[in-house]
């Protein structure tokens, strides 16, 4: 329960950057759904896009690779300035190749007129990728506080400039010579990329004083050794990314345009819009995960080798199960609140958000059952599992996207993350045999079953009554959790300490 306690305390630290982040983010939202029509939204869920991609490629699995190797050699220092140095030289070389070929994939992309928006994403993958390794170190150094201080920072930074962008500059240019200088109608969901730019700028010169503390050393034989292990990660990233943002990809490519439509390019860029805008609703889970893996990398690996590993492995995927739980029956019983982050023009694909929140938790749940084989360096499995998992992707949203829209995105991440985690957990076993709770598990799922379908049923009701009835259904869900997982007396305990603090 120490140990339990410890994971949870850094996946509430490091989660506390993204949850605020992500909610000052979260209310972005409504600024580019009210502010830009849907066509222009879909240019920025296509490029972000582009982003998680590349940035998987840009890193090449040196996050899990240093944590890795932290561990194992003598010398932590040596490992983080010859990851550091690697980076540096593919990112820097990354940057220059973009910008010389930036025009010729503008043209590809179809955006001839805005050459600079590929420029601008080229450079925040570039200081996005460099940073990677000095936010792994505060991590593996377990300085949360400053990892969540610089995350916050950045955060801040950028929406901030996407306000004064979007909302002021527009009004100030109206009334001030120097402002209308510098202000563009046009230029329009470019300040988005701009305002990332700035932040990751910032970001990476808060780094700069921990750079002038180590003294920089390289060691080829560390480096080729640590890319033996990592680059198999790379692949089994793509494939996870492919997964879980292809959709997007094949809204553009696969999608077919309805008979009458003039403009088939801003057509798709508005599917992709709408589509991107309510995915976000369901970000809420992802946000859960990313917390959780931010904690679990350098706890997991810091506890390989303890005698109760293979218990506490399977105390916290039990009550991973249950947070997704959680989480999925809140967002659920609470969309007519939540679904006002979005514009109502956008409300048309919110019968996608409860599929997107399952194919997330499934993630989570894929990511942590990735362990076996990351503490065992057998990182070529993780390559079958999430190569099995893209090839699902994208011969599914082929097939289907054409006949359903995005809708059959949605279908796709659910169900092909729900394969991949049946053989992740399946070869798991082999490697990493753990005493799963199967009985409460399978308890908590048909509870979370027949709770979405009570809520499901209330739908049509008045706002304020199915705002209760659903609240009830959630309270009653909890209790009866509490009650088998006998927490009553550790929450009276905990609730106790708050009153004497």
């Keep these: ?115 600079d928006f590929v420029s601008y994403v080229v450079i925040i993958l570039g200081l996005d990728a460099l940073t990677s390794i000095p936010f792994a170190r505060l991590r593996q150094q377990n300085k949360a506080i400053k990892f969540a201080l610089f995350k916050l920072i950045g955060i801040f930074v950028n929406i901030s400039l996407n306000l004064f962008f979007i909302l002021w500059l527009p009004n100030l240019a109206q009334n001030y010579e120097f402002f209308s200088s510098i202000y563009s109608k046009d230029f329009g969901v470019g300040y988005v990329f701009v305002a990332n730019l700035v932040s990751s700028v910032l970001t990476l010169l808060l780094f700069v004083p921990d750079f002038l503390k180590v003294k920089f050393q390289f060691d080829g034989k560390l480096l080729r050794r640590m890319l033996v292990y990592s680059l198999p990660l790379v692949v089994s990233g793509l494939a996870g990314m492919i997964n879980d943002f292809f959709d997007r990809v094949a809204i553009k490519f696969f999608y077919t345009v309805p008979d009458g439509v003039e403009d088939a390019n801003k057509f798709i860029l508005s599917e992709m819009g709408i ?49 997704g739980l959680f989480i999925f029956l809140g967002i659920m019983g609470y969309m007519d609140i939540v679904k006002h982050f979005i514009a109502a023009s956008y409300w048309d694909g919110l019968k996608v958000v409860p599929l997107l929140l399952i194919g997330h938790w499934l993630v989570g749940l894929v990511y942590l059952q990735s362990f076996w084989y990351k503490l065992g360096g057998k990182t070529v499995y993780g390559i079958y599992i999430f190569l099995i998992g893209s090839v699902l992707t994208i011969v599914l949203d082929y097939l289907l996207v054409p006949r359903m829209g ?14 991949m985690l049946v053989i992740t957990f399946v070869w798991g076993r082999k490697h990493l045999p753990c005493d799963y709770d199967f009985r409460n598990i399978i308890i908590f799922f048909v509870l979370a079953c027949v709770s979405y379908f009570l809520i499901t049923l209330v739908d049509d009701f008045d706002f304020w009554i199915t705002l209760s009835i659903n609240t009830l259904i959630i309270i009653a869900f909890a209790a009866i959790v509490i009650k088998v997982e006998n927490l009553w007396q550790p929450l009276k305990n905990f609730a106790n300490k708050l009153l004497k603090r």
């Design 1 to 115: 329960m120490g140990k339990l306690k410890q994971l949870a305390g850094q996946t509430f630290i490091y989660g506390l950057s993204s949850i605020v982040g992500r909610i000052l983010n979260y209310f972005l939202v409504p600024l580019y759904t009210h502010c830009f029509p849907s066509e222009e939204y879909g240019v920025v869920v296509e490029m972000y896009t582009y982003i998680t991609f590349l940035l998987i490629i840009l890193t090449y699995g040196m996050e899990t690779g240093f944590f890795n190797f932290s561990k194992s050699e003598n010398n932590p220092e040596l490992v983080f300035t010859t990851s550091i140095t690697s980076l540096f030289t593919t990112s820097s070389l990354f940057i220059l190749l973009g910008l010389w070929f930036a025009p010729n994939v503008a043209h590809y992309l179809g955006y001839d007129n805005h050459v």
């Design 275 to 323: 589509y991107g805008a309510n995915a976000k609703i369901a970000v809420l889970m992802t946000l859960f995960v990313q917390c959780f893996r931010y904690a679990a990398d350098p706890f997991f690996f810091s506890q390989k080798g303890s005698k109760d590993f293979n218990q506490l492995f399977a105390n916290v995927n039990k009550y991973l199960i249950l947070f």
């Design 406 to 419: 995005y809708i059959a995105c949605a279908l796709t991440n659910a169900f092909s993350s729900f394969v």
